[in-house]
């Protein structure tokens, strides 16, 4: 990661653009990469004469009840096998790319990583692509209610034992994780509190896809649980979850990390666990302040993370055009390190650095060729380079670089690069110097070569 300086002075004041410090296309990049996987040419014409509020209003304020797949999901059923996981992975990745609503995937993407459930173990797509459809309908609305509807997920339930929970003999695990990782984190909460919390959980069960809850296998007795006794159940053990001081922090720091900073530092922690608090719990009102905040448009949060592979696949795929092979992306996210609906265990995918080692960095290469170069079955239609040169406008070799550093690294394309990048498009297959000129050959060789290129350069690996 590159290394910026500190968090600015007054981090959580709204940005307010000057001319000495303008939104411009670095920050306009920036919004659009952390929240909708990419920085297109259209999403940054688009965002261009608008003020900061009007395109964080405009990522986050859509129907989440209104799903404009909704009547796509019942035409393809059969096209996509909804039973299988694979298929529902390949069917996200294409809605990720696709959506007009990125943002709603990008949430849900936060989510199956801090809920993470795992298909190897539910063994039925249709109830991770439920669950997934839980996170795009309440993933920006009230975490109360996501806790709640968790507590009653039909692949949640079969992930972490909830159906063998019932009365007189308790399984412990969701209550675990739900204390450990969903919503306290470690050190807040006994092992008593474990086994009371279970407690509340108790008579749940799947059948025929469904979450049906059996009163006779429910646990209905006083339960203490943190230090507060009650009759709880599964949606009055959540609010008791949530009157913990703990709550709002551990919800916070996972906002700041996905979307601001990997390491948030406490004063930030503190400062959006008292906002979400005064917004009760309201996760699209937090966001929207955090996605506001001179923190976020500082360059001490730019390029501040390491892209996820889901994040780098759909985000080329967004950045090249064309129409992308959606399981040629669930193969290559797999090979990256990171198997959509089949996180590595309950805590999800550790993230970070972990996404970076020898291996994976020549696996970012090779996509990255792949990409470029299109020359397998990673598109279903290639993207018609030619013609989109031409529509641009594109013919010089400084065009080309211009614009494709525009698309792929926020315009900023430091000038030992550009000096290298260019020496390679004057030059001609046996390294003699040759003037670029914009023809088929040219465009099968050296604008690929210069795409791919881009898309190895550390910059590009940030997000």
Not at 39 to 50: D, I, L, M, S
Not at 85 to 96: D, F, G, I, N, Q
Not at 442 to 459: A, D, F
Request: net charge neutral; glycine share 6%.
């Amino acid at each position: 990661m590159q290394s910026n300086s500190s968090p600015p002075d007054r981090p959580f004041e709204p940005f307010a653009p000057s001319t000495s410090d303008p939104f411009d296309t670095r920050r306009i990049c920036h919004l659009l990469r952390r929240t909708s996987f990419a920085a297109t040419p259209q999403r940054v014409e688009a965002a261009a004469n608008k003020s900061p509020a009007q395109v964080i209003d405009g990522l986050l304020n859509f129907d989440a009840e209104n799903d404009p797949f909704d009547s796509l999901v019942s035409g393809l059923e059969g096209f996509v096998n909804f039973t299988q996981p694979a298929s529902v992975a390949s069917y996200w990745l294409y809605r990720m790319v696709n959506s007009p609503q990125p943002l709603q995937e990008r949430i849900a993407l936060f989510w199956h990583g801090r809920w993470a459930t795992g298909s190897a173990k539910v063994d039925n797509g249709r109830l991770m692509h439920q669950q997934i459809q839980t996170f795009r309908e309440k993933g920006l609305g009230s975490f109360r209610e996501l806790a709640v509807a968790m507590g009653q997920d039909p692949a949640m339930l079969i992930w972490l034992d909830g159906q063998t929970n019932r009365k007189g003999k308790p399984n412990e695990n969701y209550a675990r994780e739900v204390m450990e990782l969903f919503t306290l984190g470690i050190g807040n909460y006994t092992e008593r509190d474990v086994k009371e919390l279970a407690r509340a959980f108790t008579g749940w069960r799947v059948q025929d896809e469904q979450a049906v809850f059996d009163p006779k296998q429910h646990d209905d007795g006083v339960k203490e649980v943190l230090g507060k006794k009650g009759e709880f159940d599964s949606e009055s053990a959540v609010d008791v979850l949530l009157s913990q001081p703990a709550a709002p922090k551990h919800l916070a720091k996972h906002l700041l990390r996905e979307f601001v900073h990997p390491e948030p530092q406490e004063d930030q922690i503190d400062h959006y666990a008292k906002r979400l608090i005064d917004h009760e719990w309201n996760v699209k009102a937090v966001l929207r302040e955090m996605l506001a905040s001179r923190l976020f448009f500082s360059d001490w949060a730019y390029r501040a993370r390491i892209k996820s592979p889901v994040e780098l696949a759909v985000g080329a795929a967004l950045a090249m055009g064309g129409k992308v092979s959606s399981d040629f992306l669930r193969e290559q996210t797999i090979r990256l390190g990171q198997n959509l609906l089949n996180p590595p265990n309950v805590k999800g995918w550790p993230g970070g650095y972990a996404w970076i080692n020898s291996n994976t960095v020549l696996l970012r290469f090779n996509f990255a060729m792949a990409m470029a170069t299109q020359r397998q079955r990673e598109f279903v239609r290639k993207a018609a380079l030619d013609e989109w040169l031409e529509k641009h406008k594109i013919k010089t070799a400084d065009d080309v670089l211009d614009h494709f550093a525009l698309t792929l690294l926020d315009g900023q394309l430091p000038s030992d690069a550009r000096r290298k990048l260019l020496d390679y498009m004057n030059r001609d297959a046996k390294n003699n110097e040759k003037p670029f000129k914009l023809t088929a050959d040219t465009i099968n060789s050296k604008v690929r070569g210069v795409l791919h290129m881009m898309m190895t350069m550390p910059e590009y690996q940030l997000a």
